[in-house]
């Protein structure tokens, strides 16, 4: 069964994507720098990543929730890219409502997932400057690893029921959605049942689980900012608050896209299409594309492993030519 098609009359049992309603003559345009945040985001998390699992000295509870947070970047970063980049480029627009489905369920379990790997780095911040001394012997490498584990599992728990729901949920095929990718409060219009009842269950689900989840992270900036200004020395507050820094980045930039995005479809009926679009987009690629670089440049350690990775790799590849070239003196000389 093919997942898209470019017909623009889709049956029953499919929806129409939409990337930029009105600009759809300029897509291959705007796929450009579409693909370059895409590539920003893939390239960036797996540099991330793989410097946090190669370096030891990064083997520390703070780097692997970051390792946590780039695994989430890139699941969802993945999930969404056949679908954006086949609307812009092959304006492939029709796309089943099975996938769309299961598109939907990926896209918010990893949007879950965020949030609460946010949390376990809130936490962990909240550890190491109100209780330095209790940091070490608390949080240690099993402990993140529980701590990982309780994420997973609490997904798992929240998701499946919603899964279920669905499940025996008709949908009216044929229709238009407002982004390139499946959102829930998007579909959800579409169903024959009543919309409102399926759309505030979503509502319900994302203010009870991003909702707990960011009171928990303001919560414990509170208490974070409360030992800081107990600290007499300026120049300790300043490192201290330095290194919550990249944390409050990654938070801003991933729940005031969900937020404002969510508020647009369920209560803003009037909302332009290619507003919601924008939103959509910013939703999807901001926290994936700006987190590396976040990190990477605020983060001395990162920032410093990443460039002792490409010095190696630039040192490697000089010797390996220094290698080639003499070999093959070598040979002429041989030969001649």
Same mark, same amino acid.
């Given at each position: 069964?093919?997942?898209?098609?470019?017909?623009?009359?889709?049956?029953?049992?499919?929806?129409?994507?939409?990337?930029?309603?009105?600009?759809?003559?300029?897509?291959?345009?705007? $796929?450009?720098?579409? /693909?370059?945040?895409?590539?920003? *985001?893939?390239?960036?998390?797996?540099?991330? %990543?793989?410097?946090?699992?190669?370096?030891?000295?990064?083997?520390?509870?703070?780097?692997?929730?970051?390792?946590?947070?780039?695994?989430?970047?890139?699941?969802?970063?993945?999930?969404?890219?056949?679908?954006?980049?086949?609307?812009?480029?092959?304006? *492939?627009?029709?796309?089943?409502?099975?996938?769309?489905?299961?598109?939907?369920?990926?896209?918010?379990?990893?949007?879950? %997932?965020?949030?609460?790997?946010?949390?376990? @780095?809130?936490?962990?911040?909240?550890?190491?400057? /109100?209780?330095?001394?209790?940091?070490?012997?608390?949080? !240690?490498?099993?402990?993140?690893?529980?701590?990982?584990?309780?994420?997973?599992?609490?997904?798992?728990?929240?998701?499946?029921?919603?899964?279920?729901?669905?499940?025996?949920?008709?949908?009216?095929?044929?229709?238009?959605?407002? =982004?390139?990718? /499946?959102? =829930?409060?998007?579909?959800?219009?579409?169903?024959? !049942?009543?919309?409102?009842?399926?759309? &505030?269950?979503?509502?319900?689900?994302?203010?009870?689980?991003?909702? !707990?989840?960011?009171? &928990?992270?303001?919560?414990?900036?509170?208490?974070?900012?409360?030992?800081?200004?107990?600290?007499?020395?300026?120049?300790?507050?300043?490192?201290?608050?330095?290194?919550?820094? /990249?944390?409050?980045?990654?938070?801003?930039?991933?729940?005031?896209?969900?937020?404002?995005?969510?508020?647009? =479809?369920?209560?803003?009926?009037?909302?332009?299409?290619?507003?919601?679009?924008?939103?959509?987009? @910013?939703?999807?690629?901001?926290?994936?594309?700006?987190?590396?670089?976040?990190?990477?440049?605020?983060?001395?350690?990162?920032?410093?492993?990443?460039?002792?990775?490409?010095?190696?790799?630039?040192?490697?590849?000089?010797?390996?030519? $220094?290698?080639?070239?003499?070999?093959?003196?070598?040979?002429?000389?041989?030969?001649?």
């Amino acid at each position: 069964m093919l997942i898209f098609n470019n017909t623009t009359s889709p049956s029953s049992s499919s929806f129409l994507l939409t990337a930029f309603p009105g600009l759809e003559l300029a897509h291959v345009w705007i $796929s450009i720098p579409v /693909c370059g945040l895409y590539t920003i *985001a893939l390239l960036g998390n797996s540099i991330i %990543l793989f410097v946090i699992i190669i370096e030891r000295s990064l083997h520390k509870p703070m780097y692997y929730f970051l390792s946590m947070l780039s695994v989430v970047d890139l699941g969802l970063t993945i999930t969404t890219l056949p679908t954006v980049l086949g609307v812009l480029w092959f304006h *492939a627009r029709e796309i089943s409502i099975k996938v769309c489905l299961i598109q939907m369920f990926f896209v918010h379990g990893f949007s879950f %997932l965020e949030s609460s790997v946010l949390v376990a @780095m809130a936490f962990d911040r909240y550890l190491a400057i /109100c209780s330095p001394l209790k940091y070490a012997t608390f949080l !240690t490498d099993m402990m993140s690893f529980v701590i990982g584990l309780i994420i997973c599992i609490r997904q798992v728990v929240f998701m499946f029921p919603s899964v279920m729901a669905v499940k025996s949920v008709s949908f009216q095929g044929g229709q238009e959605l407002s =982004h390139p990718f /499946c959102f =829930h409060p998007d579909i959800i219009k579409f169903t024959y !049942t009543n919309p409102w009842i399926s759309s &505030f269950w979503g509502m319900f689900l994302q203010l009870y689980l991003n909702g !707990t989840d960011l009171l &928990f992270i303001l919560f414990s900036y509170v208490l974070i900012l409360r030992t800081v200004l107990n600290i007499v020395a300026p120049q300790k507050q300043q490192k201290a608050l330095s290194t919550c820094v /990249c944390h409050i980045c990654a938070v801003t930039i991933f729940y005031v896209p969900m937020i404002t995005l969510s508020v647009a =479809h369920r209560l803003f009926s009037s909302t332009p299409r290619v507003i919601c679009s924008i939103l959509g987009n @910013m939703y999807l690629l901001l926290p994936p594309v700006l987190n590396p670089i976040i990190y990477s440049l605020k983060t001395k350690v990162i920032r410093q492993a990443i460039f002792q990775l490409f010095r190696f790799k630039d040192a490697r590849g000089y010797i390996m030519r $220094s290698l080639r070239g003499r070999w093959a003196r070598r040979r002429q000389f041989s030969s001649t």
